[in-house]
């Protein structure tokens, strides 16, 4: 069965340094998404991508986030200068449609970052 | 803004019991998501729907969309079944494309 797939499952960061969350989003889809999870609160939503553009993105997506498609499989999410609140689980999702057609998510494992 | 709530937050149960998670929307969807996450935090989708109901073996989910409540019942639950369910809103206005989700429901079966 096609899977998103996210690496690494967990990274380790020195405040204010640069990281990047990586994801395959499954081949066939063209609608991808970044959300984070910060430990004990519910799932938010970060950004929305499609056709190598941001369509939608939200208030927590701030400067200090992009995204980017560097080539025909990967989807990265990096932070420039992370901060002890980006402590999150990061969730990479994709679908075939855009979701307000009521299509089906299919999410990633989750990559939990640790900012020390 | 589209706000959801889901409840109840911990449910502890019985192998065996029929098991009941809710989930209440604030502004129209087009479609409600139910998502199951295990401990170690990977999100699975068990459900979309955006009317009536929908069977996936011992899972069961129904929406009213008149009310904006949808319901996650497990049937014969079992150990196997403990996770944290999330319901998450997929909006119906033009714009809006990330889900709108719940806090989740803990959910223990044991033994």
């Known amino acids: 069965e096609p899977e998103v797939t996210q690496t690494p499952s967990h990274q380790v960061t020195q405040m204010g340094q640069e990281v990047i969350l990586r994801c395959v989003p499954i081949s066939n889809h063209l609608y991808f998404y970044w959300y984070r999870q910060i430990l004990g609160q519910k799932v938010e939503f970060l950004v929305s991508?499609?056709?190598?553009?941001?369509?939608?993105k939200s208030e927590i997506f701030d400067d200090q986030f992009s995204v980017e498609r560097p080539d025909g499989s990967n989807f990265t999410l990096k932070i420039r200068s992370t901060k002890l609140e980006d402590s999150a689980m990061y969730f990479c999702?994709?679908?075939?449609?855009?979701?307000?057609?009521?299509?089906?998510?299919?999410f990633g494992q989750g990559t939990r970052l640790t900012v020390v | 803004k589209n706000e959801v709530e889901q409840s109840p937050q911990n449910l502890t149960a019985q192998e065996g019991e029929f098991i009941t998670i809710n989930c209440s929307y604030s502004v129209g969807i087009s479609a409600l998501h139910w998502l199951q996450q295990h401990p170690g935090g990977g999100i699975v989708s068990l459900f979309m729907?955006?009317?009536g109901k929908k069977k996936h073996g011992r899972l069961i989910a129904t929406i009213n969309i008149q009310e904006k409540h949808s319901s996650l019942h497990i049937t014969a639950s079992h150990p196997r079944d403990s996770a944290v369910y999330i319901c998450a809103a997929a909006h119906s206005g033009g714009g809006a494309d990330g889900l709108t989700f719940g806090k989740g429901t803990h959910l223990i079966i044991q033994p």
């Open positions: 991508f499609y056709n190598n553009e941001i369509s939608e």
């Open positions: 729907l955006s009317s």
């Open positions: 999702a994709s679908s075939e449609q855009p979701r307000r057609m009521n299509t089906e998510a299919f």
